[in-house]
C-alpha cells in the first residue's frame, strides 16, 4: 500500500468547469500524489483542452472500441509534481460508471486515500489539508459545500432504508456548528474522503445506477462498513447552481430534470428497493411505491408543461424498466 492520496474527477462534456477543477487541485496546499481524469466520452473538445493546458500529451483517437489510460506528469503550482492518469472511455455510462472506473484504478495502484468529486467543483485552497486534520476521527469525510453565489449547499446527509426518505443536511447544522462534525450514513460523489479499506469491505459504486441516488446508494453501503462524518468545513464549491424546490413549479426543480433525468430517477427507486432487499433489509415497498407514483405524476406534469411528449416517454420507460427489473438499459438521447 502507498501512503499516497488520489484524486477521482469525472467529466462528461464540461470542459471549462473541469479545467477549473483541476486547477483548484494543483493549487492545493497539499498536493495529492495523483489525479485520475475520468473522460466519460466527452464531444466537447475536452481532450483537445486537456492536451493544451498540459494535462494530457496527446489527444485520443475519436473512435475507440476499449477505454484508452494515458499517463503524464504535471507540476503543481507549488512546483510539486503530480502524477496525472487520463481516461478516456469508449463510451458514456454516467456518473457511477466514471466513480466505478476512477476508485477502481486508484485503488488497484495501491493509493491509501482517494478523494472523489465530480467536475463542477472547485476545491478551496487548503481542502485537501484540513481533509488530512479529520483522518483521525474517521476513515469516511464529506466535507461540506456551498454555491458559488455563497447560499448553502442542501443534500441528503441521512438515509432510512426501510422507506426511502431522505433527511436533509441542514438538519445538522446546529450540532455542525457545536461538534464540528456529525455521524451521517450517505457520503457523495462530491468530495468523499475514504481510506482504502473501506473499499475494500464496501466495494465500488454500481454502475447500474448511471446517475440519481447512485452516490445516495454508495454512501449509505459505505456506512455499513465505516463511520462517515460530514464536517462543518466548506471545502468544496458547487459552480452549476440548482434551484431549490420553492423556486419553481410543481415543487421540483425543472431545471434539474428532463426526459433523461427523468428515466433514471424513476427507474433507480426500483433499483434502490432491489439492492436493498437483496442486502436484508425490510423495506416497506407500500410506501417507496407511493413516493414512486407521486414522482411519476410530476414528472408528467412538467412533460405536458413543458410540451415534452419525449420526457413523458422517458418517464413511462423508466416505470416499465423498474418495475420489471430491467436495470442495464442506458438512456439513449
Given at each position: 500500500m502507498k501512503n499516497t492520496t488520489?484524486?477521482?474527477?469525472?467529466?462528461?462534456?464540461?470542459?471549462?468547469?473541469?479545467?477549473?477543477?483541476?486547477?483548484?487541485?494543483?493549487?492545493?496546499?497539499?498536493?495529492?500524489?495523483?489525479?485520475?481524469?475520468?473522460?466519460?466520452?466527452?464531444?466537447?473538445?475536452?481532450?483537445?483542452?486537456?492536451?493544451?493546458?498540459?494535462?494530457?500529451?496527446?489527444?485520443?483517437?475519436e473512435s475507440i472500441t476499449e477505454n484508452i489510460i494515458a499517463k503524464s506528469v504535471i507540476v503543481s503550482h507549488s512546483g510539486e509534481k503530480i502524477e496525472i492518469v487520463y481516461v478516456r472511455k469508449k463510451c458514456n455510462d454516467g456518473g457511477s460508471g466514471g466513480f466505478h472506473e476512477g476508485m477502481k484504478l486508484a485503488y488497484e495502484?495501491?493509493?491509501?486515500?482517494?478523494?472523489?468529486?465530480?467536475?463542477?467543483?472547485?476545491?478551496?485552497?487548503?481542502?485537501?489539508?484540513?481533509?488530512?486534520?479529520?483522518?483521525?476521527?474517521?476513515?469516511?469525510?464529506?466535507?461540506?459545500r456551498i454555491y458559488e453565489n455563497k447560499t448553502e449547499m442542501i443534500w441528503a446527509g441521512s438515509f432510512t432504508p426501510e422507506t426511502g426518505l431522505e433527511y436533509h443536511s441542514q438538519n445538522f447544522n446546529k450540532r455542525l456548528k457545536n461538534m464540528g462534525y456529525v455521524y451521517v450514513n450517505i457520503a457523495c460523489f462530491e468530495g468523499m474522503f475514504i481510506h482504502r479499506t473501506v473499499i475494500e469491505k464496501a466495494g465500488l459504486p454500481d454502475k447500474?445506477?448511471?446517475?440519481?441516488?447512485?452516490?445516495?446508494?454508495?454512501?449509505?453501503?459505505?456506512?455499513?462498513?465505516?463511520?462517515?462524518?460530514?464536517?462543518?468545513?466548506i471545502l468544496l464549491i458547487r459552480e452549476i447552481f440548482k434551484a431549490k424546490k420553492d423556486d419553481n413549479i410543481l415543487s421540483v426543480p425543472i431545471n434539474m430534470t428532463g426526459p433523461m433525468t427523468s428515466y433514471y430517477l424513476i427507474r433507480n427507486e426500483y433499483l434502490k428497493m432491489s439492492i436493498l432487499e437483496k442486502d436484508g433489509f425490510d423495506i416497506d415497498k407500500k410506501t417507496y411505491k407511493r413516493r414512486i407514483r407521486i414522482s411519476i405524476l410530476k414528472e408528467l406534469g412538467k412533460a405536458v408543461?413543458?410540451?415534452?411528449?419525449?420526457?413523458?416517454?422517458?418517464?413511462?420507460?423508466?416505470?416499465?424498466?423498474?418495475?420489471?427489473?430491467?436495470f442495464d438499459r442506458t438512456y439513449i438521447h
Open positions: 488520489a484524486v477521482v474527477v469525472v467529466t462528461f462534456n464540461r470542459k471549462q468547469l473541469l479545467m477549473e477543477c483541476l486547477e483548484s487541485l494543483r493549487n492545493q496546499t497539499q498536493k495529492p500524489d495523483s489525479i485520475y481524469i475520468i473522460d466519460n466520452a466527452s464531444t466537447d473538445g475536452t481532450s483537445e483542452l486537456l492536451l493544451n493546458a498540459g494535462y494530457i500529451s496527446a489527444v485520443p483517437p495502484s495501491g493509493n491509501e486515500w482517494i478523494w472523489v468529486m465530480d467536475d463542477d467543483v472547485k476545491a478551496v485552497p487548503d481542502a485537501l489539508e484540513i481533509l488530512s486534520n479529520w483522518k483521525q476521527k474517521s476513515l469516511v469525510i464529506q466535507p461540506s447500474r445506477f448511471f446517475f440519481c441516488g447512485d452516490d445516495t446508494m454508495y454512501g449509505f453501503k459505505v456506512s455499513q462498513v465505516a463511520d462517515i462524518i460530514l464536517i462543518k468545513d408543461l413543458t410540451f415534452n411528449p419525449k420526457w413523458a416517454k422517458s418517464t413511462w420507460q423508466g416505470y416499465k424498466d423498474g418495475k420489471s427489473g430491467y
